[in-house]
């Protein structure tokens, strides 16, 4: 998708592929592996925990609790997009904030879904 919007231009309209892409302000370059093995196997699984963990000691994390707005999918890199976004929004909206040890990404789209609504301003 990223090869994509960037030889047709970049424009915000080239990226939406049916209202699931993301335009991203910071550097996605670090490879994201979706699968939940493959997260673990490459200890990514850990550090989405811990930024989990991390970002539930300060914000309210009941959204991806079970019965949650935000609990399907129910997988670790859906529930750290979750709460990173919270805690990103809570600490007020400045970089380091949503750095989580790289982990982090600013998108321009909001990326809510269903009942699941994030906290997004652009």
Do not use: E
């Amino acid at each position: 998708m990223n090869a994509y919007y960037q030889a047709v231009g970049r424009h915000q309209w080239n990226c939406d592929f049916r209202d699931s892409g993301l335009v991203a302000l910071t550097d996605p370059s670090i490879p994201i592996t979706l699968g939940t093995g493959a997260w673990q196997s490459q200890g990514r699984g850990d550090m989405l925990q811990s930024n989990i963990d991390f970002a539930c000691n300060y914000v309210d994390c009941s959204l991806i609790r079970f019965g949650g707005a935000c609990h399907c999918p129910d997988s670790l890199i859906n529930h750290a997009s979750v709460v990173m976004n919270l805690y990103y929004q809570a600490t007020g909206r400045d970089n380091p904030s949503c750095d989580f040890n790289n982990t982090g990404l600013t998108v321009m789209k909001d990326p809510s879904y269903g009942d699941c609504k994030y906290k997004f301003q652009q």
